[in-house]
T-cell receptor, first 109, second 112 residues
Framework: GQNIDQPTEMTATEGAIVQINCTYQ??????LFWYQQHAGEAPTFLSY??LDGLEEKGRFSSFLSRSKGYSYLLLKELQMKDSASYLC??????????WGAGTKLIIKP | DGGITQSPKYLFRKEGQNVTLSCEQN?????MYWYRQDPGQGLRLIYY???????QKGDIAEGYSVSREKKESFPLTVTSAQKNPTAFYLC???????????FGPGTRLTVL
């Protein structure tokens, strides 16, 4: 079956760095998405990786290893507003998104 | 203002009643999607449409119906056949060029 695994919850300190991991098993693979979702709101697009390697976008970076079925989202210089859930989603061979349950990130002062 | 709108933000219905959730986009996207989100679970696909007058069932279509008469609009009806309709419903749209989906603000449906 198709499956996305990511930690349920993580805690980090304001100003620090945090890495949120995601492993995926899908029938075919056409890319990996990361979304941010604040409580009670809709997900907003953060990044898309289809090739191996690191994509940097300001304080956020996303990494993909297709051979390992693994991705991570790296958040630097954490701010209180980064407290949210981070959703990992893989695009399968039918171009359908398979979603993880999300990682709730708690930022402490 | 370009974007995706969903209305209403909160909706309350009695058990046994059908209810229709609105989703409109002015991004000129061909594809539109309906998801359901429950606490502790990933988004689950209900229905999707890649072109006007055509739509496909997702993983959990039972108890739901949709229509796609216009490119801009993709309403979702939650019927009385849906066993556990209380959830956060999210509409999204996207293009085949990027496969990125963009979400509306969501409708939180509570069935009493």
């Amino acid at each position: 079956g198709q499956n996305i695994d990511q930690p349920t919850e993580m805690t980090a300190t304001e100003g620090a760095i945090v890495q949120i991991n995601c492993t995926y098993q899908t029938s075919g693979f056409n890319g990996l998405f990361w979304y941010q979702q604040h409580a009670g709101e809709a997900p907003t697009f953060l990044s898309y990786n289809v090739l191996d390697g690191l994509e940097e976008k300001g304080r956020f970076s996303s990494f993909l290893s297709r051979s390992k079925g693994y991705s991570y989202l790296l958040l630097k210089e954490l701010q209180m507003k980064d407290s949210a859930s981070y959703l990992c989603a893989a695009l399968d061979s039918n171009y359908q998104l398979i979603w993880g349950a999300g990682t709730k990130l708690i930022i402490k002062p | 203002d370009g974007g995706i709108t969903q209305s209403p933000k909160y909706l309350f219905r009695k058990e046994g009643q059908n209810v229709t959730l609105s989703c409109e986009q002015n991004l000129n996207h061909d594809a539109m999607y309906w998801y359901r989100q429950d606490p502790g679970q990933g988004l689950r696909l209900i229905y999707y449409s890649q072109i006007v007058n055509d739509f496909q069932k997702g993983d959990i279509a039972e108890g739901y119906s949709v229509s796609r008469e216009k490119k801009e609009s993709f309403p979702l009806t939650v019927t009385s056949a849906q066993k556990n309709p209380t959830a956060f419903y999210l509409c999204a749209s996207g293009t085949s060029e990027t496969d990125t989906q963009y979400f509306g603000p969501g409708t939180r449906l509570t069935v009493l």
